[in-house]
């Protein structure tokens, strides 16, 4: 198995991350620093993109779409949803950097490349909380089940300090539906201030998978299988872009039994 927590590299790719580094089948995940006039571009080949503007501004190209100049946030942080772009697979694309721009470059098979490439905007964007008192976090789903794609699923997630996430822990490994389905993921983590962490689990029901890892900023943690909460320490700020894929397009998950209970908590 591949490790599991894979730090960030200086220069413009900070991260690359295939499904042959990552050990599975189905997801990648690529995150760029472009400078302004920077660029990152592609031929078009049998993955279907999510490219997130996850801050600064730049133009974007997919097939004979321009989607033309594109201001987003500033920051992960600012509280509001960032710009994305479906690509089919197969399409050419490209993105220009017209101030400095972090950019994640969401990876996944394409089936028949029949979804036109599109602007996904802010307002098209569905944002909710989920739990309650320290499990409280807010959900922005950039590309949801409910959207058309062929495997992607893209989510952010910010989480404020003192606070735990992707809790109660719950897995997702298990082709089992209607109640469970099986699906890759990676987290793409911020810290609010950078020099802080997180704390991130990854775990099995039999332990032959149990690891605990400190998360630092611009850090991704792999989950191939297993259960895989995430805890904020007090005096920082949580920031996650979430990739799913599997077989099936379908978000179905199990609680760890042993935490279920903790549904039933009004705060």
Known sequence: MAD?????TSGTVVHDITPQSAGWG????GLHDL??????????????LCIVLLSGAASLKAGDVDFGHIQGRESVFDGVPAHAFYVPMQTAWKVEATTASEVAICRAPGI???HPPRHITPELMSLETRG???NTRHVCNILPETEPADSLLVVEVITPSGNWSSYPPHKHDTDDLPDES????????????PQGYVMHRVYNDDRSLDESMAAYDRSVVLVPQGYHPVGVPHGYESYYLNVMAGPKRIWKFRNDPAHDWIMNLKG
Do not use: C, M
């Not at 400078?35 to 279907?48: H, L």
């Open 26 to 29: 189905h997801v990648g995940f």
């Open 182 to 193: 099986y699906l890759e993921e990676t987290y793409y983590h911020r810290v609010n201030p």
């Open 132 to 134: 309650t008192g320290a």
């Open 4 to 8: 599991l927590l894979v730090k960030p």
């Open 112 to 114: 028949d490349g029949t």
């Open 35 to 48: 400078g302004p006039g920077g660029v990152i571009e592609g031929s078009g080949d049998g993955n279907e």
